[in-house]
Nanobody, 126 residues
Framework: QVQLVESGGGLVQAGGSLRLSCAASGRTFSDYAMGWFRQAPGKEREFAAGTSWSGGNTYYADYADSVKGRFTISRYNANTVSLQMNSLKPEDTAVYYC?????????????????WGQGIQVTVSS
């Protein structure tokens, strides 16, 4: 059974940092792109960051404009991805989801991702 499990969420003050991690199990995600999405209360789920990884190397990363320059996605191996979030803002408050797609390049379309984690809460206070 495939599982993606997020960790590292919590409450932080504006301007602070958090690091989210995602560990996948149940299959090897070699050549799968992985991404982070988020959903704020009353809003639709949106893409935050994605990375492609093949042959042991991260060769592509994409970021939503709202997080570019503040968030960094990292892929350590086929089944582990993290999201370093710096300079957090109250508008970053959301449930963050890790996801994996069989596409080689990370895509911003959530419908392209077949595997999803349960989500983890990130709350940024002003």
């Amino acid at each position: 059974q495939v599982q993606l499990v997020e960790s590292g969420g919590g409450l932080v003050q504006a301007g602070g940092s958090l690091r989210l991690s995602c560990a996948a199990s149940g299959r090897t995600f070699s050549d799968y792109a992985m991404g982070w999405f988020r959903q704020a209360p009353g809003k639709e789920r949106e893409f935050a960051a994605g990375t492609s990884w093949s042959g042991g190397n991260t060769y592509y990363a994409d970021y939503a404009d709202s997080v570019k320059g503040r968030f960094t996605i990292s892929r350590y191996n086929a089944n582990t991805v993290s999201l370093q979030m710096n300079s957090l803002k109250p508008e970053d408050t959301a449930v963050y989801y890790c996801a994996a797609t069989s596409r080689r390049l990370a895509t911003r379309r959530g419908s392209e991702y077949a595997y999803w984690g349960q989500g983890i809460q990130v709350t940024v206070s002003s």
